[in-house]
Structure formats: structure tokens, C-alpha cells
């Protein structure tokens, strides 16, 4: 099968090695296994490790602290590369990498000398904990609270939708420490061992079964104050960078899901032969599967179009949203669309296209609904 990777104009060796070994590890680690955790629910902790100590957990944090100094934009092209064999790795990694953006960005000299390397390095796994049971799209009223109390924040609240939950070793914890709206939020990068943490029971999920998602209680939880990340009030500030960066990330996702059921279709399509020829000769197909293939292009492009200007210091909000728009809206399309190439094989398990249209679901609701990005989109055109 196809998958297409797109190299950014200086790609040097190291980046050719990188985007090799990704493939390699993929169709070696993620691909074989995607069926049976998938079917068992079971996170794949060790296939995650394997990355790690590969050097994929990192790719676009400071090699100082055990990253490797890539572009975004090749980060980008190797989640590309994992989300067209296993999604839930993908998103596992996207979720990580979103998960180290607070410490990386914000954390002090020690805060980063202690904790990221091991986040990096893959051996501690990170979580992202924003939503809440009464809010996910409107963060700044938040109420999860942290109080200080001597050298500790003592958090009460319940975060929801959190990926990794109970596996994660490190919680970015977004907590109100001062009054209401925006300024009032803070991140704490709470240890998963505090007594008072207590992940809940495991949701169960559409798609992505292999990745747990539950809320998470703090109960009087005591973090210590060195944990606090940014300052107090600038939570929300680290929430949204974190966001913009994070968007990008599913946008690969998306792009990556797309293709391998865009590249399962065709295969099955050229196989598959009705009235006396391959079905792909069928213009009705044919057509289906070009503009599948012209959206995941132009999905492909508008996400490193972003990644090019985040990797280049400039602005990107609005495009990270317009990628993660189009792309996860596009990988919905096309999931679907290979669900009906494959007919009635489509819609067993047998197959995996199926399972494709079940996850596609979930990246148009997470970091942002799409309802979310139109908004964030439509306010940059009213500014
Ligand atoms: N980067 C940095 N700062 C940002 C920012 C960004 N992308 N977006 C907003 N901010 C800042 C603003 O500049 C503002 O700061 P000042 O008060 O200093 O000017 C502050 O944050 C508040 O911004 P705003 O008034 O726009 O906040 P809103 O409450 O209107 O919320 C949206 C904005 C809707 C965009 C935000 O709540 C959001 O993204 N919601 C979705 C959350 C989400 O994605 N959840 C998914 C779960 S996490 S997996």
C-alpha cells in the first residue's frame, strides 16, 4: 500500500533516516497488532515505549532535554505515517507530545532538567486534563480549583475526556487558583502517584478502543508547588498554545487515517470484480475515490502549510484550526467512502474500514470540536 509522504524542501539525511524508521516501525510494531488491542481494548504501553526509545516521542523538542530538534513539520509527516497503520498509537503520540507542550514551553531551566527528559524519552507517559464533566468547549470557566496550602496546591475537581487516563504518568492539570474567566487559570504537572488523583472508570468509546479515556477526580490531591508551571493565571494562555500546536497534530492523525482507507479501498477495488471487470474501472468508484484523493491532498497541504509558519515563528491559530477542520472533516469523508467501495465487506470487521469510520468520528470532537475551530477561524476574520 501507498503512503505519501510529502518532504519538506531541505529535508536533509537525518530527516530521509527518520521518516524511514517511522515507516519501518510502523509496519513492524503498529501495523500486526492494531486488530487484536483494538478488539481487546488494551493500550499498547509497550509499542508506545518502543517509540520512545526510537526517538519518536520528542521529535520536536530541544535535544537538551532529550528531543530531537525536528521541524514540526516532519513531526507532522511521522504521525502521518503511524495514523495510517494504527490510530490509536498516533493519537497516543500526538497526545504525548501535546501533554510535554506546557513543561517544554513554560517550565523553568529545572523544572525542564527533571522532568521532560523522561517525557521525551518515552519511560513516563503525559496527559492533558482541560475538559470538564459541565464544560469542554467553553475552558476559561473551568472549575476544578487548586488552593495553596504551605508548599502544596490542594486540587479538587473533576477533569473528563482524558486520554491516557490512568496510564499516564504525568497530569497537565488545568486548576483555578484566582478569580473567575481566563486569569484565574493555572497548570500544575501533577505526579500520577499523588494520593487524591484517582482516574475513573474507563469509558466506552466508539473507536479507539485500544486508547482509555475516563475522567479523572482530584480529591484533595496535594501537588507540590514547584509543580506549577508557567505561573499562576497563565493557564490558560499555556492551554490555548497548547491547543494550537495539538490541532495540528489530530489534523496528521486525520490526514494519516484517511490514507490507509483511501489505500485499502483502492486495493480492494482493483481486486474486487463485478459484472465482469474491477469495480475500480466503474467511473461511479473511480470518481469516488479521486475526490477522496484530492481532499486528503489538500488536507495533507493545509496542515504542513501550518506547521511550515509555526516552524518558521509566525502566527498559526487560525490555520492549525482551518487543518484540523478540514482534515479530520475529510478523514470522515473519506472513512466513509471506503466503507461503501467495500460494499456489505465494508460494514463487517473482517476489514478494517470499518473500524477507520468508527475513529474518524472522535477527531472531529476532540481538541476543539469543529465547531470550535469555525469559531476560532471566524473570530480571526472578524479581527
Ligand atoms: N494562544 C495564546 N493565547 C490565547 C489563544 C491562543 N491560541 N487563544 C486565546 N488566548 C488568550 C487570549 O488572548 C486571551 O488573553 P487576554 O485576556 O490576555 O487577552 C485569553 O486567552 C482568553 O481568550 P478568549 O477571550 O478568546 O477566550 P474564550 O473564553 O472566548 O475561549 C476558545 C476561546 C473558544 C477558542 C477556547 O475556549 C477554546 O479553544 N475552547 C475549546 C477548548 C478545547 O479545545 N477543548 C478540548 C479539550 S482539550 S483535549
Known amino acids: 500500500m501507498s503512503s505519501v509522504v510529502l518532504l519538506p524542501a531541505t529535508a536533509d539525511e537525518t530527516t530521509r533516516d527518520l521518516l524511514e524508521l517511522a515507516t519501518e516501525l510502523?509496519?513492524?510494531?503498529?501495523r500486526p497488532r492494531a486488530d487484536d488491542f483494538e478488539a481487546r481494548g488494551e493500550f499498547p504501553r509497550e509499542v508506545v515505549r518502543t517509540l520512545g526509545r526510537s526517538g519518536l516521542l520528542g521529535l520536536p523538542y530541544s535535544s537538551g532535554y532529550g528531543g530531537a530538534d525536528q521541524p514540526y513539520e516532519v513531526y507532522?509527516?511521522?504521525l502521518e505515517i503511524l495514523a495510517g497503520r494504527w490510530l490509536a498509537v498516533a493519537e497516543a503520540v500526538s497526545v504525548h507530545t501535546l501533554a510535554c507542550y506546557p513543561l517544554a514551553t513554560y517550565g523553568t531551566e529545572e523544572q525542564k532538567r527533571r522532568w521532560l527528559p523522561d517525557l521525551l524519552g518515552g519511560d513516563q507517559l503525559g496527559a492533558y486534563c482541560l475538559s470538564e464533566p459541565a464544560g469542554g468547549s467553553d475552558a476559561?470557566?473551568?472549575?476544578?480549583?487548586?488552593v495553596l496550602d504551605g508548599d502544596a496546591y490542594v486540587v479538587n475537581g473533576t477533569k473528563a475526556w482524558i486520554t491516557h487516563a490512568g496510564v499516564a504518568d504525568a497530569y497537565n492539570v488545568f486548576c483555578r487558583?484566582?478569580?473567575?474567566g481566563a486569569a484565574g487559570v493555572s497548570c500544575l504537572l501533577a505526579d500520577a502517584a499523588t494520593p487524591g488523583v484517582n482516574p475513573q472508570t474507563r469509558e466506552r468509546t466508539m473507536g479507539l478502543k485500544a486508547s482509555p479515556v475516563a475522567q479523572i477526580a482530584f480529591d484533595g490531591a496535594r501537588v507540590p508547588a514547584d509543580r506549577l508551571l508557567g505561573g499562576e493565571g497563565?493557564?490558560?494562555k499555556i492551554a490555548m498554545g497548547a491547543?494550537?500546536?495539538g490541532r495540528l497534530g489530530i489534523a496528521a492523525c486525520a490526514v494519516g487515517l484517511a490514507q490507509g482507507a483511501l489505500d485499502y479501498a483502492i486495493e480492494y477495488a482493483k481486486t474486487r470484480e463485478q459484472f465482469g471487470k474491477a469495480i475500480i474501472e466503474f467511473q461511479g468508484l473511480g470518481f469516488m475515490l479521486a475526490d477522496c484523493a484530492t481532499q486528503i491532498a489538500a488536507a495533507r497541504a493545509l496542515t504542513l502549510h501550518a506547521a511550515r509558519l509555526k516552524d518558521a515563528g509566525l502566527p498559526y491559530s487560525t490555520e492549525a484550526a482551518q487543518a484540523k477542520l478540514f482534515a479530520t472533516d475529510t478523514a470522515m469523508k473519506v472513512t466513509t467512502d471506503a466503507v461503501q467501495v467495500l460494499g456489505g465487506a465494508g460494514y463487517v470487521a473482517d476489514h478494517p474500514v470499518e473500524r477507520y469510520m468508527r475513529e474518524a468520528k472522535v477527531l472531529q470532537i476532540v481538541e476543539g470540536t469543529n465547531q470550535i475551530q469555525r469559531m476560532v477561524i471566524a473570530r480571526a476574520l472578524s479581527r
Not at 510502523?26 to 503498529?30: I, M, P, Q, S
Not at 476559561?140 to 487548586?146: C, H, I, V, Y
Not at 487558583?177 to 473567575?180: E, H, L, V, W
Open 26 to 30: 510502523a509496519d513492524r510494531e503498529l
Open 243 to 245: 491547543l494550537d500546536s
Open 177 to 180: 487558583t484566582g478569580g473567575p
Open 234 to 236: 497563565v493557564g490558560f
Open 76 to 78: 507532522l509527516q511521522v
Open 140 to 146: 476559561a470557566n473551568l472549575t476544578t480549583s487548586a
